[in-house]
């Protein structure tokens, strides 16, 4: 992102909030090692519907509602006064990745819509100076940091084998599935204006993930 009147200190406080998102993932693996996965899916959906009725006294109902109304107005922008915020796509973007991908591709979308659009965000916003084509508020310099952090997380989530199995680091396949998932992540964030991107990253980076995995599976190219 380019510099604009979403100052430096607001975006980085809507950020933070992005953190807590990985309390999600620590939710669902507790929960699913002490009960199952459909368990664990319940639980994310009673914090959707929490976070979804604070939404509806916000919205519908105009509560004000102490210090939680004054947190939601400097963090909130003015797209999402009368939305949901981005925390309720997020959930919801969760619930569907962790539900109908394999496990590894929907750790790789959530941490990337986290880390990925965080660092695109902040580092856009304090520094950009370069325009994507023509893109208005996106920086190459934001776009470019986003591309290597979610690259990371790729390889921090499908790599993660390898401290037991060196062999894993000259896999093409899970180059493959690390270059596709963290491209997509950073090309939807990138063209992204009026929908949700909590949502859209996950959801097309996980399905693209996916996908190539089913097809890598397939062809009994995928290493076991």
Do not use: C
Not at 56 to 62: A, L, N, V
Not at 186 to 213: C, P, R, S, W
Request: glycine share 6%.
């Amino acid at each position: 992102m380019l510099k604009m009147k979403w100052n430096f200190k607001q975006e980085l406080a809507r950020k933070f909030i992005h953190f807590l998102s990985v309390f999600i993932l620590f939710i669902y693996f507790l929960a699913s090692d002490i009960f199952n996965k459909h368990i664990a899916l319940l639980f994310l959906v009673l914090i959707l519907i929490i976070a979804i009725e604070f939404e509806y006294f916000r919205i519908e109902i105009g509560s004000k509602i102490p210090l939680v109304s004054h947190v939601w107005k400097y963090l909130r922008r003015k797209k999402e006064k009368a939305t949901f915020g981005g925390d309720v796509f997020f959930l919801i973007g969760a619930i569907l990745v962790l539900a109908i991908f394999d496990i590894r591709v929907a750790m790789a979308a959530i941490l990337m819509t986290t880390f990925g659009d965080l660092a695109a965000a902040l580092v856009g916003t304090k520094y950009g100076k370069h325009q994507v084509f023509g893109l208005k508020n996106r920086s190459w310099e934001g776009t470019l940091t986003e591309l290597a952090v979610d690259l990371l997380i790729g390889i921090g989530v499908f790599f993660r084998g390898a401290i037991y199995d060196i062999s894993l680091i000259y896999s093409w396949q899970l180059w493959l599935l690390v270059g596709i998932m963290a491209i997509t992540a950073t090309f939807v964030e990138t063209i992204i204006y009026k929908l949700d991107d909590n949502l859209m990253i996950q959801i097309f980076a996980g399905f693209n993930g996916q996908i190539a995995l089913v097809i890598l599976k397939y062809n009994n190219l995928f290493p076991n």
